[in-house]
């Protein structure tokens, strides 16, 4: 019924930034969608910052900057549309390889975001969560860090988890340590570990695993991001780059997701 991949725009010989989707035609789209069919947990792959600002003529720290006008009319509609959950690659455990400079200006935006979008936060009654090691991050922002989620926590809408110097095989690696450790200790028998064990000591324990798993940017791939949690989510992919991913293009992939028939390895009809 759906394509997995779509295509939104030609872009030009002039690079201009292309025109977005008609909003009131994407919302019409969704309202026709019911309910029940809706992801709960939408998790994003945010990728092509600095290939949109290189595509624009411009610095690739620009691309980050104008990425976080996009994280913030994602969590809002989100935050509108009351899903459960909103999970965002914001940084990976491999990133640390970029330049010095692009990292820095990372971090400062990481830490001006934690403090500028606190009101936000509060009045779309946001919960914030972290996940990822917090080695490496400066201490300046995991201050901010750190108030914006106690901040937050008495908040009872959308949890907007944000992945920061995450890996997935980090994260497998950290919970296969944990759980040696409980059964080297007598803490654990070893015969009680299955898979709902594991993902207790996931860095996302108590969370629903993501339903819906968005990359931009055209990248057919996972680029270990939640490898145990997005075992039979769906996956749509835009071309758009993260700077041009708009409520619109949200709305879209919720619809697409809609049409798919998940059967988690089973028969979607009579056998």
Known sequence: MFAPRTKHFVRGANNDYPPMSDPAASTSDLDAVPRERWPRHIAVIMDGNGRWAERQGLPRIEGHRRGVTSVRA???????????????????????????????????????????ERSTIMDNNIRVAVIGRRDDIPEGVLREMDKTIELSAANTGTRLCLAINYGGRAE????????????????LNVEKIDEQLISNY????????????????????????????????????????????????????IVEYAGRDRRFGGLSGPA
């Not at 769906?234 to 993260?242: A, K, L, Q, S, Y």
């Open 172 to 187: 497998l690696v950290d919970a296969v340590q944990r759980i040696a450790t409980a059964v080297q200790s007598g803490q």
């Open 202 to 253: 996931m860095y996302t324990a108590g969370m629903r695993d993501p339903d819906l798993l968005i990359r931009t940017a055209g990248e057919m791939r996972i680029s270990n991001f939640l490898l145990w949690q997005i075992s039979y989510a769906e996956i749509w992919v835009t071309d758009r780059c993260w700077p041009e991913f708009r409520e619109p293009e949200l709305h879209q992939a």
């Open 74 to 116: 994602v969590t809002e509609e989100c935050s509108r549309l009351n899903i459960e959950q909103l999970t965002l690659y914001c940084l990976s455990s491999e990133n640390w390889k970029r330049p010095a400079l692009e990292l820095e200006f990372l971090m400062h935006l990481l830490e001006q975001y934690m403090i500028e």
